[in-house]
């Protein structure tokens, strides 16, 4: 009887040790790895739809637009025509690439209810954030860089300023994976990234001076290109290759940090929150 | 109490229509209340789709022309570059066209599959013909529908008269057709949303792209003319711009040719694989 009453858990807690919570540091990089190397597979197991697919694009747009504008004879100031729409076009592909990257994985595991599986583990806002965007980044520039060198045997586009390129190749691609986030985020149905897609990412890229200069194009479209983020990095990106610039380079790197900065708060914000992420 | 041996007999007044599982429902060789069912349904399915169909190409379109006109730099406002983009709008116009005219059946198709939505219409007696002309003829709708939205875009800023509003109308079937036709195929062939972007990605925009949708075929090199002249959509397009612009009609009777035979031979593709079910029934 007295075997009984004693409570039998307090026979187990005297031969187990209490369980303490996990110490994880200031970050916790195992996490902040796993949710990376997740997004950057994520994308590479279908890399005949996230590689392959949109350099095949750029390359038809760049054959199409060499052909439409001016063939192999025109000169942009006292660049080739075809040296100044290379650069523009990659910049182009990696920015598409880098936003679909993020906002399809947010926007398809909200669907399927998997995002619970990213906002259950211990993972702060900031490495929630940071591992997503390091996933788009890393899709923007492989789509970049295989762009480069396909482009780069048919036209040698040259390097002026390699600093520049990778500069603006990464701030593009953050800034384009930022928005990604945030979009799917935002977004509930497909219907409305596709919207985004269309209705903002396209004209941002296509009115950014990818295919033409600033001096051919009316006034009106100075103003809206000078608003416009993607001039800045395509402006930036292009000085690298051809060393020639629309705009001032200085205020495109503030600018592109600029815009950073604040998405990167506005990320940070809507993940603390859990805003349309934990219902 | 004794039941007539056959079921619902003759004696019981049924409304004209109602189910008989005694009597064989007759109907002609062409199901023409299956066809138009079929055609409803997908008519229903592209109204929800407008903003799709109708507004995406219509913006691309408008993109592309502001992209082109600035392109053209100094030779923007000069006769030449006014002739660029004359040439272009038609151009623009058949591009939307023909890109919606495959997205459609071949969407729907693959959807109706993986929902297994597909049953619906496999068990319901339409055969091959009526599935295929239901299929074609919207998609033929979408595709005109999304091509007249931009053209209507197109005359509010560049007045783009038709020259031959006949021989426009005529090529605008005969290539809305294929496209859909080409559609259903890949809707068939297709099993997972992956094949449909592949085909789309790397077998259809090249094609449309690679057709002297954007530069005439005069001023390209030998070896690129050679392989834009072996694709069927180079017919639909040139067709329609030698409507648009009035010139060039000697051509016109050969692309009418090529794209009577791709139409007829697609067409008999497709209606065997439907008609065995290929990919539909396993």
New interface residues.
Partial sequence: MTMLQQSPLSGIAAATPVPAPRALGAINWVGFTTLTKREIRRFLKVWVQTIAAPVVTTLLFYSVFALALGGVVRMVGDVPFLRFLGPGLIMMGMAQNAFANTSSSVLVSKVQGNIVDVLMPPLSPFEFVSAFVTGGIVRGLMVGFVTWIVIQLVVPLGLHAPFYVLFHAVMASMLLSLLGLIGGIWADKFDHMAAITNFVITPLSFLSGTFYTLDSAPRFFHTVAHVNPFFYFIDGFRYGFIGRTDGTLGTGIAVMLGINLVLWLVALRMVSTGYKLKA | MDMPATGLGAETPLPAGAYRPDRRRHHRRFNTLGFLTLLGREIKRLRKLA??FL??PG??AA??F???S???????GTPEGDA?LAF?VPGLVTLSLLTQSVQIPSFSILYAKMEGAILDQLMAPVGAAEMLAAYVLSAMAAGVASGAAVWVGFLIFWQAPMADPALVLLFVVLGSSMMATFGVLTGLISVKW?HL??AM??VF??LI??SG???PVA??PGMLRAIVQANPIYYAIDGVRIGFLGQGQDQAALAVLVLVAVNVALLAIAGTLLHRGYRLRN
């Fill in positions: 903003m799709l507004v995406a913006l691309s993109l592309y502001t992209v082109f600035f392109g053209l730099g100094d030779k923007r660029i272009l992956d972007s592949a990605t790397f925009t090249p792209f690679l949708l954007f530069a001023g390209m």
